[in-house]
Protein backbone atom coordinates (compact mmCIF):
# COMPACT_ATOMS: atom_id res chain seq x y z
CA UNK A 1 0.00 0.00 0.00
CA UNK A 2 1.35 3.50 -0.66
CA UNK A 3 2.09 5.52 2.07
CA UNK A 4 2.59 9.05 2.44
CA UNK A 5 4.93 10.88 5.05
CA UNK A 6 4.49 14.40 5.92
CA UNK A 7 7.44 14.77 8.69
CA UNK A 8 8.80 16.53 6.70
CA UNK A 9 6.58 19.55 6.70
CA UNK A 10 6.33 19.58 10.48
CA UNK A 11 8.64 22.61 11.08
CA UNK A 12 6.90 24.25 8.42
CA UNK A 13 3.21 24.49 9.29
CA UNK A 14 1.20 24.40 12.35
CA UNK A 15 -0.94 21.16 13.20
CA UNK A 16 -3.69 23.24 13.60
CA UNK A 17 -3.20 24.77 9.88
CA UNK A 18 -2.64 21.18 8.26
CA UNK A 19 -5.62 19.85 10.35
CA UNK A 20 -7.63 22.80 8.45
CA UNK A 21 -6.58 21.25 5.39
CA UNK A 22 -7.59 17.92 6.56
CA UNK A 23 -11.17 19.13 6.89
CA UNK A 24 -11.34 20.61 3.76
CA UNK A 25 -9.93 17.35 1.64
CA UNK A 26 -12.57 15.94 3.94
CA UNK A 27 -15.12 17.82 1.64
CA UNK A 28 -13.25 17.14 -1.51
CA UNK A 29 -12.86 13.70 -1.09
CA UNK A 30 -16.49 14.20 -0.45
CA UNK A 31 -17.05 16.20 -3.93
CA UNK A 32 -15.31 13.26 -5.97
CA UNK A 33 -16.58 10.25 -4.12
CA UNK A 34 -20.34 11.28 -4.46
CA UNK A 35 -19.56 12.52 -8.02
CA UNK A 36 -21.32 15.89 -7.96
CA UNK A 37 -18.06 18.05 -8.70
CA UNK A 38 -17.07 20.11 -11.79
CA UNK A 39 -16.42 17.74 -14.44
CA UNK A 40 -18.31 14.84 -13.11
CA UNK A 41 -19.27 13.32 -16.43
CA UNK A 42 -14.84 12.34 -16.65
CA UNK A 43 -15.56 9.98 -13.69
CA UNK A 44 -14.92 6.69 -15.13
CA UNK A 45 -11.27 6.62 -14.30
CA UNK A 46 -12.10 6.07 -10.50
CA UNK A 47 -13.34 2.86 -10.19
CA UNK A 48 -11.82 1.48 -13.71
CA UNK A 49 -9.59 -1.08 -11.96
CA UNK A 50 -12.21 -2.93 -10.38
CA UNK A 51 -13.96 -2.94 -14.14
CA UNK A 52 -11.15 -4.45 -16.02
CA UNK A 53 -12.12 -7.86 -17.27
CA UNK A 54 -9.96 -10.91 -18.17
CA UNK A 55 -11.28 -10.81 -21.56
CA UNK A 56 -10.14 -7.74 -21.95
CA UNK A 57 -6.53 -8.28 -21.13
CA UNK A 58 -6.93 -11.16 -22.73
CA UNK A 59 -7.82 -9.54 -25.85
CA UNK A 60 -4.41 -7.32 -25.40
CA UNK A 61 -2.34 -10.63 -25.54
CA UNK A 62 -3.85 -11.58 -28.53
CA UNK A 63 -2.64 -8.71 -30.16
CA UNK A 64 0.96 -9.32 -28.59
CA UNK A 65 0.64 -12.62 -29.74
CA UNK A 66 -0.67 -12.18 -33.35
CA UNK A 67 2.28 -9.64 -34.22
CA UNK A 68 5.26 -12.07 -32.25
CA UNK A 69 3.97 -14.39 -34.66
CA UNK A 70 4.54 -12.51 -37.76
CA UNK A 71 8.21 -11.66 -36.08
CA UNK A 72 7.21 -8.28 -35.44
CA UNK A 73 10.60 -6.14 -33.13
CA UNK A 74 9.44 -2.79 -33.25
CA UNK A 75 5.96 -1.48 -32.28
CA UNK A 76 5.61 2.32 -32.93
CA UNK A 77 3.17 3.67 -30.38
CA UNK A 78 1.75 7.14 -31.82
CA UNK A 79 0.20 9.55 -28.90
CA UNK A 80 0.77 12.69 -27.38
CA UNK A 81 -0.36 14.16 -23.85
CA UNK A 82 -2.61 11.45 -21.95
CA UNK A 83 -2.59 9.24 -24.59
CA UNK A 84 1.31 8.48 -24.30
CA UNK A 85 2.62 8.83 -20.94
CA UNK A 86 1.16 6.39 -19.12
CA UNK A 87 2.43 3.74 -21.23
CA UNK A 88 5.80 5.51 -21.57
CA UNK A 89 6.07 5.86 -17.71
CA UNK A 90 4.98 2.16 -17.03
CA UNK A 91 7.41 0.83 -20.12
CA UNK A 92 10.16 2.73 -18.87
CA UNK A 93 9.46 1.87 -14.74
CA UNK A 94 9.28 -1.89 -15.74
CA UNK A 95 12.33 -2.12 -18.35
CA UNK A 96 15.75 -3.72 -18.00
CA UNK A 97 18.14 -0.07 -18.04
CA UNK A 98 20.26 -1.46 -20.60
CA UNK A 99 17.48 -3.71 -22.60
CA UNK A 100 18.35 -1.96 -26.05
CA UNK A 101 21.79 -3.05 -25.71
CA UNK A 102 21.21 -6.55 -24.53
CA UNK A 103 18.70 -6.68 -27.39
CA UNK A 104 16.24 -9.26 -25.51
CA UNK A 105 13.98 -10.74 -27.69
CA UNK A 106 11.03 -11.63 -25.38
CA UNK A 107 8.58 -9.27 -27.07
CA UNK A 108 8.78 -6.25 -29.48
CA UNK A 109 10.28 -2.86 -28.40
CA UNK A 110 7.83 -0.33 -28.28
CA UNK A 111 8.89 3.05 -29.24
CA UNK A 112 6.94 6.55 -29.05
CA UNK A 113 6.20 8.85 -31.82
CA UNK A 114 3.75 11.45 -32.59
CA UNK A 115 4.27 13.27 -29.01
CA UNK A 116 6.59 16.07 -31.29
CA UNK A 117 7.00 17.64 -34.78
CA UNK A 118 10.44 17.55 -35.06
CA UNK A 119 11.27 16.19 -38.54
CA UNK A 120 14.44 14.76 -37.50
CA UNK A 121 12.98 12.62 -35.02
CA UNK A 122 10.43 11.18 -37.64
CA UNK A 123 13.10 10.69 -39.76
CA UNK A 124 15.42 8.85 -37.32
CA UNK A 125 12.39 6.69 -36.58
CA UNK A 126 12.39 5.74 -40.51
CA UNK A 127 15.75 4.82 -40.51
CA UNK A 128 14.78 2.52 -37.20
CA UNK A 129 11.92 1.08 -38.62
CA UNK A 130 13.99 0.33 -42.28
CA UNK A 131 15.66 -2.22 -40.38
CA UNK A 132 13.02 -3.91 -38.24
CA UNK A 133 9.44 -5.82 -38.54
CA UNK A 134 7.31 -3.04 -37.60
CA UNK A 135 3.81 -2.69 -36.30
CA UNK A 136 1.64 0.48 -35.11
CA UNK A 137 -0.49 1.35 -32.24
CA UNK A 138 -1.98 4.51 -33.01
CA UNK A 139 -3.94 6.41 -29.87
CA UNK A 140 -5.78 9.35 -30.71
CA UNK A 141 -9.18 10.09 -28.35
CA UNK A 142 -10.32 13.03 -30.65
CA UNK A 143 -8.34 12.02 -33.68
CA UNK A 144 -7.15 15.38 -34.80
CA UNK A 145 -4.55 16.50 -32.43
CA UNK A 146 -1.91 17.25 -35.37
CA UNK A 147 1.65 15.64 -33.63
CA UNK A 148 -0.07 12.33 -33.92
CA UNK A 149 -1.95 12.44 -37.01
CA UNK A 150 1.51 14.23 -39.01
CA UNK A 151 3.10 10.78 -37.30
CA UNK A 152 0.87 8.26 -38.11
CA UNK A 153 0.32 9.13 -42.41
CA UNK A 154 4.26 8.95 -42.30
CA UNK A 155 4.05 5.57 -40.10
CA UNK A 156 1.23 4.45 -42.25
CA UNK A 157 2.47 5.10 -45.21
CA UNK A 158 5.70 3.25 -44.47
CA UNK A 159 3.74 -0.08 -43.45
CA UNK A 160 1.73 0.06 -46.65
CA UNK A 161 4.47 0.49 -48.57
CA UNK A 162 6.33 -2.39 -47.27
CA UNK A 163 3.58 -4.50 -46.38
CA UNK A 164 0.76 -4.12 -48.83
CA UNK A 165 -2.45 -2.40 -47.69
CA UNK A 166 -4.08 -6.07 -46.72
CA UNK A 167 -0.90 -6.86 -44.63
CA UNK A 168 -0.60 -3.51 -43.57
CA UNK A 169 -4.42 -3.52 -41.63
CA UNK A 170 -2.91 -6.33 -39.72
CA UNK A 171 -0.16 -4.82 -38.56
CA UNK A 172 -2.00 -0.98 -37.29
CA UNK A 173 -4.37 -1.22 -33.93
CA UNK A 174 -5.81 2.20 -33.28
CA UNK A 175 -7.14 3.39 -29.90
CA UNK A 176 -9.65 5.81 -30.64
CA UNK A 177 -13.54 6.89 -29.68
CA UNK A 178 -16.25 4.58 -30.11
CA UNK A 179 -17.74 6.52 -32.79
CA UNK A 180 -16.59 9.51 -33.56
CA UNK A 181 -13.36 11.10 -35.17
CA UNK A 182 -10.91 11.43 -38.01
CA UNK A 183 -8.97 8.26 -36.61
CA UNK A 184 -12.54 6.50 -36.11
CA UNK A 185 -13.62 7.28 -39.40
CA UNK A 186 -10.46 5.69 -40.53
CA UNK A 187 -9.55 2.64 -38.80
CA UNK A 188 -13.32 1.43 -40.17
CA UNK A 189 -12.68 2.15 -43.47
CA UNK A 190 -9.46 0.73 -43.44
CA UNK A 191 -10.59 -2.26 -41.38
CA UNK A 192 -8.24 -1.75 -38.10
CA UNK A 193 -8.55 -3.69 -35.16
CA UNK A 194 -9.90 -1.17 -33.00
CA UNK A 195 -9.67 -0.56 -29.13
CA UNK A 196 -12.39 2.12 -27.79
CA UNK A 197 -10.92 4.79 -25.48
CA UNK A 198 -14.04 5.29 -23.00
CA UNK A 199 -15.99 8.97 -23.36
CA UNK A 200 -15.86 9.31 -19.54
CA UNK A 201 -12.37 8.96 -19.29
CA UNK A 202 -9.75 12.10 -20.26
CA UNK A 203 -6.40 11.48 -21.69
CA UNK A 204 -4.16 12.04 -18.61
CA UNK A 205 -6.43 9.43 -16.54
CA UNK A 206 -6.34 7.06 -19.15
CA UNK A 207 -3.36 4.89 -18.59
CA UNK A 208 -5.73 1.63 -17.26
CA UNK A 209 -7.53 1.68 -20.52
CA UNK A 210 -6.38 0.35 -23.25
CA UNK A 211 -4.32 3.92 -24.22
CA UNK A 212 -2.07 2.41 -21.65
CA UNK A 213 -2.45 -1.18 -21.10
CA UNK A 214 -2.30 -2.25 -24.85
CA UNK A 215 1.22 -0.69 -25.50
CA UNK A 216 2.34 -1.91 -22.25
CA UNK A 217 1.25 -5.27 -22.73
CA UNK A 218 2.85 -5.33 -26.60
CA UNK A 219 6.06 -4.61 -24.99
CA UNK A 220 5.59 -7.74 -22.68
CA UNK A 221 4.86 -6.47 -19.26
CA UNK A 222 2.45 -7.88 -16.32
CA UNK A 223 -0.85 -5.71 -16.98
CA UNK A 224 -2.64 -8.14 -14.77
CA UNK A 225 -0.53 -7.11 -11.90
CA UNK A 226 -0.35 -3.37 -12.82
CA UNK A 227 -4.34 -3.62 -12.63
CA UNK A 228 -4.34 -5.86 -9.29
CA UNK A 229 -2.02 -2.72 -7.60
CA UNK A 230 -4.53 0.02 -9.24
CA UNK A 231 -7.27 -2.17 -7.43
CA UNK A 232 -5.65 -2.44 -4.23
CA UNK A 233 -5.15 1.22 -3.76
CA UNK A 234 -8.46 1.73 -4.66
CA UNK A 235 -9.52 -0.24 -2.16
CA UNK A 236 -7.74 1.65 0.49
CA UNK A 237 -8.33 5.06 -1.17
CA UNK A 238 -11.77 4.77 -0.73
CA UNK A 239 -11.96 5.13 3.13
CA UNK A 240 -12.93 8.81 4.33
CA UNK A 241 -9.99 8.92 7.37
CA UNK A 242 -6.99 11.44 7.81
CA UNK A 243 -4.73 7.93 7.62
CA UNK A 244 -6.44 7.91 3.77
CA UNK A 245 -2.49 8.62 2.01
CA UNK A 246 -4.42 10.45 -0.80
CA UNK A 247 -6.17 12.90 1.48
CA UNK A 248 -2.94 13.83 3.79
CA UNK A 249 -1.23 14.50 0.40
CA UNK A 250 -3.93 16.67 -1.11
CA UNK A 251 -4.04 18.52 1.90
CA UNK A 252 -0.71 19.06 2.74
CA UNK A 253 0.27 20.10 -1.02
CA UNK A 254 -2.81 22.86 -0.68
CA UNK A 255 -1.56 23.91 2.66
CA UNK A 256 1.91 24.06 1.62
CA UNK A 257 0.72 26.44 -1.54
CA UNK A 258 -2.03 28.37 0.31
CA UNK A 259 -0.26 29.05 4.07
CA UNK A 260 3.67 29.39 2.66
CA UNK A 261 2.81 30.29 -0.85
CA UNK A 262 5.04 27.14 -1.95
CA UNK A 263 4.08 27.38 -5.64
CA UNK A 264 6.20 24.53 -7.17
CA UNK A 265 6.04 21.18 -6.42
CA UNK A 266 9.12 18.94 -7.17
CA UNK A 267 8.87 15.34 -7.46
CA UNK A 268 12.19 13.71 -6.70
CA UNK A 269 13.35 10.18 -7.56
CA UNK A 270 16.16 8.26 -7.04
CA UNK A 271 16.02 5.78 -9.49
CA UNK A 272 16.63 6.79 -13.26
CA UNK A 273 13.39 4.20 -13.83
CA UNK A 274 11.06 6.69 -12.76
CA UNK A 275 12.21 9.55 -14.50
CA UNK A 276 8.75 9.23 -16.99
CA UNK A 277 6.52 8.40 -13.69
CA UNK A 278 7.42 12.24 -13.05
CA UNK A 279 6.60 13.24 -16.52
CA UNK A 280 2.99 11.31 -16.25
CA UNK A 281 2.60 12.96 -13.24
CA UNK A 282 3.55 16.57 -14.21
CA UNK A 283 1.10 15.79 -16.71
CA UNK A 284 -1.35 15.02 -14.68
CA UNK A 285 -1.55 17.64 -11.81
CA UNK A 286 -0.34 20.55 -13.99
CA UNK A 287 -3.13 19.87 -16.88
CA UNK A 288 -5.63 19.19 -13.75
CA UNK A 289 -4.78 22.24 -12.05
CA UNK A 290 -3.29 24.74 -13.88
CA UNK A 291 -5.92 26.88 -14.58
CA UNK A 292 -7.90 30.21 -13.66
CA UNK A 293 -4.54 31.93 -12.06
CA UNK A 294 -4.07 29.19 -10.07
CA UNK A 295 -2.33 25.85 -9.28
CA UNK A 296 0.63 24.08 -8.11
CA UNK A 297 3.72 23.90 -10.72
CA UNK A 298 4.78 20.53 -11.35
CA UNK A 299 8.66 19.80 -11.87
CA UNK A 300 10.53 17.14 -11.06
CA UNK A 301 14.76 16.14 -10.52
CA UNK A 302 15.94 13.24 -11.28
CA UNK A 303 18.23 12.36 -8.21
CA UNK A 304 21.20 11.50 -7.31
CA UNK A 305 22.07 13.02 -10.76
CA UNK A 306 20.26 16.49 -10.52
CA UNK A 307 22.04 17.03 -7.11
CA UNK A 308 25.25 17.86 -9.01
CA UNK A 309 22.87 20.42 -11.39
CA UNK A 310 19.47 21.40 -9.31
CA UNK A 311 20.84 20.63 -5.81
CA UNK A 312 22.40 23.60 -5.46
CA UNK A 313 19.07 25.76 -6.52
CA UNK A 314 16.60 23.59 -4.20
CA UNK A 315 19.02 24.10 -1.25
CA UNK A 316 19.84 28.20 -1.45
CA UNK A 317 17.87 29.62 -4.17
CA UNK A 318 14.10 31.63 -4.36
CA UNK A 319 12.05 29.53 -1.88
CA UNK A 320 9.00 28.96 -3.56
CA UNK A 321 9.36 25.03 -3.37
CA UNK A 322 8.84 22.01 -1.68
CA UNK A 323 9.42 18.71 -2.69
CA UNK A 324 7.66 15.12 -2.78
CA UNK A 325 10.14 11.80 -2.52
CA UNK A 326 9.43 8.67 -4.26
CA UNK A 327 10.36 6.61 -2.19
CA UNK A 328 11.17 3.20 -3.12
CA UNK A 329 11.79 0.76 0.13
CA UNK A 330 13.64 -2.22 -1.79
CA UNK A 331 15.64 -2.53 -4.53
CA UNK A 332 15.22 -5.61 -6.76
CA UNK A 333 18.44 -6.10 -7.86
CA UNK A 334 21.80 -6.65 -5.70
CA UNK A 335 25.07 -5.13 -5.96
CA UNK A 336 27.29 -5.21 -2.87
CA UNK A 337 30.62 -3.34 -2.85
CA UNK A 338 33.83 -4.88 -2.05
CA UNK A 339 36.68 -3.92 -0.07
CA UNK A 340 39.98 -3.25 -2.22
CA UNK A 341 43.61 -4.04 -0.90
CA UNK A 342 44.83 -0.19 -1.63
CA UNK A 343 41.73 1.96 -0.28
CA UNK A 344 42.93 4.77 -3.03
CA UNK A 345 39.53 6.08 -3.59
CA UNK A 346 38.72 5.48 -0.05
CA UNK A 347 36.06 3.80 -0.26
CA UNK A 348 36.43 0.65 2.30
CA UNK A 349 34.67 1.71 5.06
CA UNK A 350 31.47 1.07 2.75
CA UNK A 351 32.93 -2.58 1.79
CA UNK A 352 30.33 -5.28 2.53
CA UNK A 353 27.04 -2.41 1.80
CA UNK A 354 24.96 -2.49 -0.93
CA UNK A 355 24.58 0.06 -3.72
CA UNK A 356 21.27 0.94 -2.72
CA UNK A 357 22.16 1.41 0.81
CA UNK A 358 24.58 4.70 0.08
CA UNK A 359 21.10 5.86 -2.09
CA UNK A 360 19.09 5.60 0.59
CA UNK A 361 21.13 7.51 2.90
CA UNK A 362 21.92 9.85 0.02
CA UNK A 363 18.36 10.10 0.04
CA UNK A 364 18.04 11.06 3.77
CA UNK A 365 20.51 13.30 3.90
CA UNK A 366 19.29 15.26 1.07
CA UNK A 367 15.72 15.30 2.75
CA UNK A 368 17.19 16.98 6.20
CA UNK A 369 19.33 19.34 4.05
CA UNK A 370 16.63 20.61 2.13
CA UNK A 371 14.34 20.92 5.56
CA UNK A 372 17.41 23.03 6.81
CA UNK A 373 17.71 25.13 3.80
CA UNK A 374 13.51 25.85 3.86
CA UNK A 375 12.00 23.50 1.69
CA UNK A 376 9.28 21.41 2.82
CA UNK A 377 9.57 17.56 2.41
CA UNK A 378 6.77 14.94 1.77
CA UNK A 379 7.76 11.63 0.58
CA UNK A 380 5.61 8.79 -1.34
CA UNK A 381 6.18 5.10 0.07
CA UNK A 382 5.92 2.16 -2.08
CA UNK A 383 7.47 -1.00 -1.76
CA UNK A 384 9.85 -1.62 -4.63
CA UNK A 385 9.32 -0.98 -8.33
CA UNK A 386 7.04 -3.41 -10.25
CA UNK A 387 3.82 -3.96 -12.01
CA UNK A 388 1.79 -4.20 -8.95
CA UNK A 389 2.84 -1.25 -6.84
CA UNK A 390 3.73 1.25 -10.12
CA UNK A 391 -0.29 -0.05 -10.53
CA UNK A 392 -0.84 1.51 -7.08
CA UNK A 393 1.18 4.89 -7.28
CA UNK A 394 -0.37 5.77 -10.45
CA UNK A 395 -4.05 4.89 -9.15
CA UNK A 396 -3.08 6.90 -6.09
CA UNK A 397 -1.83 9.82 -7.66
CA UNK A 398 -5.20 10.12 -9.86
CA UNK A 399 -7.10 9.87 -6.96
CA UNK A 400 -5.26 12.28 -5.48
CA UNK A 401 -5.46 14.56 -7.81
CA UNK A 402 -9.15 14.67 -7.69
CA UNK A 403 -9.20 15.89 -4.35
CA UNK A 404 -6.18 18.08 -4.32
CA UNK A 405 -7.99 20.38 -7.69
CA UNK A 406 -11.42 20.27 -5.56
CA UNK A 407 -9.56 21.40 -2.85
CA UNK A 408 -8.06 23.93 -4.58
CA UNK A 409 -11.38 24.86 -6.15
CA UNK A 410 -10.90 23.99 -9.58
CA UNK A 411 -12.36 21.54 -12.22
CA UNK A 412 -9.37 18.47 -12.16
CA UNK A 413 -11.15 16.97 -15.35
CA UNK A 414 -10.90 19.81 -18.14
CA UNK A 415 -7.89 21.84 -20.15
CA UNK A 416 -9.18 24.12 -21.37
CA UNK A 417 -5.68 26.36 -22.05
CA UNK A 418 -4.37 23.57 -24.32
CA UNK A 419 -6.78 25.06 -27.29
CA UNK A 420 -4.16 28.43 -27.71
CA UNK A 421 -1.40 27.28 -29.27
CA UNK A 422 -3.39 24.90 -31.26
CA UNK A 423 -5.73 27.69 -32.56
CA UNK A 424 -2.28 29.73 -33.08
CA UNK A 425 -0.32 26.35 -34.74
CA UNK A 426 -3.03 26.48 -37.31
CA UNK A 427 -3.35 29.97 -38.02
CA UNK A 428 0.13 29.74 -39.01
CA UNK A 429 -0.08 26.67 -40.90
CA UNK A 430 -3.02 28.14 -42.61
CA UNK A 431 -5.46 25.56 -41.74
CA UNK A 432 -8.85 25.49 -43.92
CA UNK A 433 -11.30 27.46 -41.74
CA UNK A 434 -8.59 29.75 -40.29
CA UNK A 435 -8.39 32.30 -42.68
CA UNK A 436 -9.00 35.47 -40.62
CA UNK A 437 -6.95 34.23 -37.89
CA UNK A 438 -4.20 33.44 -40.26
CA UNK A 439 -4.57 36.94 -41.35
CA UNK A 440 -4.69 38.58 -37.84
CA UNK A 441 -1.70 36.33 -36.40
CA UNK A 442 0.67 37.84 -39.29
CA UNK A 443 -0.18 41.16 -38.44
CA UNK A 444 1.65 40.32 -35.01
CA UNK A 445 4.69 38.47 -36.23
O1 LIG B 1 -5.14 14.84 -20.97
C1 LIG B 1 -5.56 15.04 -22.09
O2 LIG B 1 -6.76 14.91 -22.35
C2 LIG B 1 -4.64 15.48 -23.21
O3 LIG B 1 -3.33 15.48 -22.82
C3 LIG B 1 -4.80 14.53 -24.38
O4 LIG B 1 -4.54 13.24 -23.95
C4 LIG B 1 -3.84 14.88 -25.50
O5 LIG B 1 -4.05 16.20 -25.91
C5 LIG B 1 -4.04 13.96 -26.69
O6 LIG B 1 -5.33 14.05 -27.18
P1 LIG B 1 -5.91 12.97 -28.18
O7 LIG B 1 -5.87 11.65 -27.54
O8 LIG B 1 -7.31 13.41 -28.46
O9 LIG B 1 -5.06 13.00 -29.43
Redesign the pocket.
Known sequence: MIKVDVKGCSSFVEDAKYQAYVSKAFEAFDVLKNENGAGNDFLGWKKLPCQITERELNEYESVRDKWMKKGVDLVIAI??????LGAKCVIEALSHNFAKQLKRKDAPEVVFAGNNLSEEYLADLMDLAEERNVACIV???????TE?AVAFRVVKQFIEARYGKEEAADRIVAI?DASK?ALKTLATQENYETFV?PDNI?????VLTP?GLLPICVAGFDIQALVEGAQDAAKGLEIKSDKNPAIIYAAMRNCLFKELGKSTEILVNYNPKLTYVAEWWK?LYG?SEGKEGTGIFPASVNNTADLHSMGQFIQEGSRVMFETVLHVENAQRSVVIESEPQDLDQLNYLAGKHVEHCNHMAELGTVLAHIDGGVPQLSVNFERVDAFNLGSLLYFFEFACGISAYLLGVNPFN?PG?EAYKKNMFALLEKPGYEEASKAIKKRL
Open positions: GIGGSYISKSGTTPTGVGGRFSVQEQV
